[in-house]
């Protein structure tokens, strides 16, 4: 079974760092794309970074780019997401997501808990 871990979450000023993580396990974590997404209060959620399987291709939106560097390291099923340059808007729970596609074609999502960050003076 698939389980995705986030840590690294808390409460920062604005203009502050930190850097979330994500320990995968029970898969073939270099085979597949990861994401992170974000839900803030009374908000949809939303997809805020993907890395895909070897690292090489990173995505943003738009109102992280430049802020925010996600990264993978797949020798320890771990995925990160460091986060500069922090806003009270970026106050959300973040979680770590990956769809996995099994023999046959179906696929299945799965959500870590999610890891809360807020800024905050």
């Known amino acids: 079974q698939v389980h995705l871990v986030e840590s690294g979450g808390g409460l920062v000023q604005p203009g502050g760092s930190l850097r979330l993580s994500c320990a995968a396990s029970?898969?073939?974590?270099?085979?597949?794309?990861m994401n992170w997404y974000r839900q803030a209060p009374g908000k949809e959620r939303e997809l805020v970074a993907t890395i895909s399987p070897q690292g090489g291709i990173t995505n943003y939106t738009g109102s992280v780019k430049g802020r925010f560097t996600i990264s993978r390291d797949n020798h320890q099923n771990m995925l990160y997401l460091l986060m500069d340059s922090l806003k009270p808007e970026d106050t959300a729970v973040y979680h770590c997501?990956?769809?996995?596609?099994?023999?046959?074609?179906?696929?299945?999502?799965?959500w870590g808990q999610g890891t809360r960050v807020t800024v905050s003076s």
């Open positions: 997501n990956v769809k996995v596609t099994y023999l046959g074609g179906a696929t299945e999502e799965f």
């Open positions: 029970g898969l073939s974590f270099s085979s597949y794309r």
